[in-house]
């Protein structure tokens, strides 16, 4: 049989589901906009603009001609102390009902950020503070460790050379922070169609080799990636959920929901720090074969990292969902001797010991409301915790769609890069090569994951194949197998 002939190195490779996938993305991005859009009808925005907003607003600081009261009128504005303590008496006043008092807003001076960092807090106290139903809570919990995940792939993505530079999918931190100002289901399928459509890594300058998917040429961004993510956003997010009042004041609670929000910013200073000083202090990263002591090639150095990688952006899922599996799946006399060892919030307590009526499902805790057909509050005559399904029914869709919209990009990457591209599927390989898997085995092996830990799971899946087969592709087949799971 005739040898296969390789395709020139210069040709794009072949895009036949390039038009369908980002269509597909666009139409995510739409209906992401709409559900943002459905918080000015069902009483969200409403709520914010009684409850909170009034609190950033010009007219209700001390230095402004007028203060309203609490009882939403406007009284005049006596200069000096009085001023102060009726500006204390309006913050009062303010918040969601069961929610921290005083509601905090302020924070950094400039009208501009404070009203947006007001917004987020508007939506982070309705959906965590107050009599919050626990399928709203563990959901919440659940989603915010999914979406890490997915930021961590996307922000992994900007490092590499085949994205690096002028590239609109280069701009991940960029990217990031507009996804906590306009929301994560409008702009994380807006990156994917950006990245299809400008990256070397989906394939536009020829086949893509473990060379485009590198990290520059400096192994220590990998190595230091889990720990920058920890630092940024694990240790940043899990003062958000802590209990106030109890174990922080309505001043600290609201604080760490506002110094959580640029956590794109805090990832890129932390990894551009810490990849370098490691460095500069250890010097450049060569890994060696356990065995036989030779160095590792450049591409099994990538890979031995970047396996290191897509396992903690894995784990970041597994952690949230397997314990929301667990409480679902598991009777609740099986929870007996962790109760006994360790200290649980108290509406978790309560549903263990059988003293609340909750009933957790997995259709109660997952499936979302239809787009049309959302929950509304009477924002007048709102009572402690009836913003949480609403909150919930905007994160549903947060994740479902921007989550959503990052694994079908991922598997078109694997069919476009590592079979359509690399001829995978012809069955020719060189001696020595590990088969690749096919494109309906990769998604049954991340359907697997995803059971266990979500989308960052199936995610990281996906893309750790994808560079086995790019690998193999490359002759590394040569140096000893891959293991192939992740």
């Not at 280069?170 to 922070?177: E, R």
């Not at 409008?186 to 893509?208: N, R, Y």
């Not at 990263?285 to 290191?308: D, F, H, I």
């Not at 069919?415 to 001696?431: E, L, M, N, Q």
Request: with cysteine; aromatic share 10%; net charge positive.
């Amino acid at each position: 049989m005739a040898p296969r002939q390789s395709r020139p190195a210069s040709a794009p490779l072949p895009h036949a589901w390039r038009p369908v996938v980002v269509a597909v993305m666009a139409g995510m991005s739409l209906l992401g906009a709409y559900t943002v859009s459905t918080q000015h009808f069902n009483g969200m925005g409403a709520a914010m603009e009684k409850y909170i907003v009034p609190a950033t607003s010009p007219s209700w600081r001390p230095s402004s001609s007028s203060s309203p009261s609490p009882a939403g009128g406007s009284d005049p504005v006596v200069p000096g102390k009085a001023t102060t303590v009726a500006a204390a008496a309006s913050a009062e006043a303010l918040g969601y009902p069961g929610a921290p008092k005083p509601l905090t807003t302020q924070f950094t001076g400039n009208l501009t950020i404070d009203l947006v960092l007001t917004y987020l807090i508007g939506y982070f106290s309705g959906l965590l503070d107050g009599e919050v139903g626990l399928e709203h809570r563990l959901y919440a919990v659940w989603a915010f460790m999914q979406f890490g995940g997915c930021c961590a792939v996307m922000l992994l993505e900007g490092q590499r050379k085949g994205t690096k530079g002028w590239r609109a999918g280069a701009f991940t931190t960029t990217f990031t922070v507009l996804v906590q100002v306009m929301s994560y289901m409008f702009m994380q399928p807006l990156w994917t169609i950006a990245h299809l459509l400008t990256s070397d890594v989906a394939g536009l300058a020829g086949p893509v080799t473990i060379s485009t998917l590198s990290v520059e040429d400096n192994l220590w961004e990998l190595v230091v990636f889990p720990l920058t993510v920890t630092l940024t956003y694990i240790c940043t997010i899990i003062p958000v959920f802590l209990p106030s009042p109890g174990v922080l004041t309505a001043t600290q609670h609201y604080g760490w929901i506002a110094a959580w929000q640029p956590f794109p910013i805090y990832h890129f200073v932390v990894q551009w720090f810490l990849s370098r000083v490691v460095r500069v202090a250890l010097g450049p990263l060569r890994l060696r074969n356990k065995q036989t002591g030779q160095p590792l090639s450049a591409s099994r150095a990538y890979l031995t990292c970047v396996r290191w990688v897509y396992n903690f952006i894995a784990a970041m899922g597994i952690v949230a969902q397997v314990p929301v599996l667990a409480l679902v799946l598991l009777p609740r006399s099986a929870w007996g001797p962790i109760r006994d060892i360790v200290p649980l919030p108290a509406s978790l307590e309560a549903y263990l010991g059988n003293r609340s009526g909750a009933s957790l499902s997995l259709w109660s805790i997952f499936a979302p409301y239809q787009p049309w057909n959302y929950p509304t509050v009477d924002a007048e005559n709102l009572k402690s915790g009836e913003l949480a399904p609403l909150a919930v029914h905007f994160l549903h869709y947060d994740m479902y769609l921007g989550c959503g919209s990052l694994l079908i990009w991922a598997l078109y990457l694997y069919k476009t890069t590592a079979i359509t591209g690399g001829g995978v599927s012809s069955g020719k390989r060189r001696p020595g090569q590990a088969p690749a898997m096919s494109l309906p085995g990769v998604a049954a092996r991340a359907a697997g994951w995803f059971c266990i830990g979500g989308f960052p799971a199936a995610i990281a899946t996906v893309l750790w194949h994808r560079d086995v087969a790019i690998h193999t592709l490359d002759g590394g087949g040569a140096q000893g197998g891959v293991k192939e799971k992740l």
